[in-house]
C-alpha cells in the first residue's frame, strides 16, 4: 500500500495559481488511480479531481473544471494538481487520496483506500 505527502499549499490572491505535489512511496504507485479531495472549515470533505492509473484519463468537478489540471508522473511516483485563477471559495485543505481499481475513479472519498496528510490553501479576496 502506498503513503502518501501532499506539499505546495500556501496563501494567493484571488486569481493567482498554486500547485500541488503530492509525493507517494512504494513500488505500486502505477497500479492506484490518484484523486484530489479538498475540505473547507464546517463543510463535508469534497472531490475536486482525479487522475487515472496510467494518466491517460483525468476528471474534475464542475466548480474546478477548466482551472485545474491534474497530471502524474509514474516515474517518480507524483501526482500534481495545478490550479489557476483561484477563488476565496478554493479556500481548503486538500487531500491527495489513492484508488485500488483500474476503473474510473470515483468521487466518493470512502472509496479511496489511502490519504495524505493535507495541505492548506488559503485564498484571499
Known amino acids: 500500500q502506498v503513503q502518501l505527502v501532499e506539499s505546495g499549499g500556501g496563501l494567493v490572491q484571488a486569481g493567482g495559481s498554486l500547485r500541488l505535489s503530492c509525493e507517494a512511496s512504494g513500488r505500486t504507485f502505477s497500479s492506484y488511480a490518484m484523486g484530489w479531495f479538498r475540505q473547507a472549515p464546517g463543510k463535508e470533505r469534497e472531490f475536486v479531481a482525479a487522475?487515472?492509473?496510467?494518466?491517460?484519463?483525468?476528471f474534475y468537478a464542475e466548480t474546478v473544471k477548466g482551472r485545474f489540471t491534474t497530471s502524474r508522473d509514474n516515474a517518480k511516483n507524483m501526482v500534481y494538481l495545478q490550479m489557476n485563477s483561484l477563488k476565496p471559495e478554493d479556500t481548503a485543505v486538500y487531500y491527495c487520496?489513492?484508488?485500488?481499481?483500474?476503473?474510473?475513479?470515483?468521487?466518493?472519498?470512502?472509496?479511496?483506500?489511502?490519504w495524505g496528510q493535507g495541505t492548506q490553501v488559503t485564498v484571499s479576496s
Open positions: 487520496a489513492a484508488y485500488r481499481g483500474m476503473d474510473i475513479p470515483p468521487t466518493s472519498a470512502q472509496r479511496y483506500v489511502t
Open positions: 487522475v487515472s492509473w496510467s494518466g491517460a484519463s483525468t
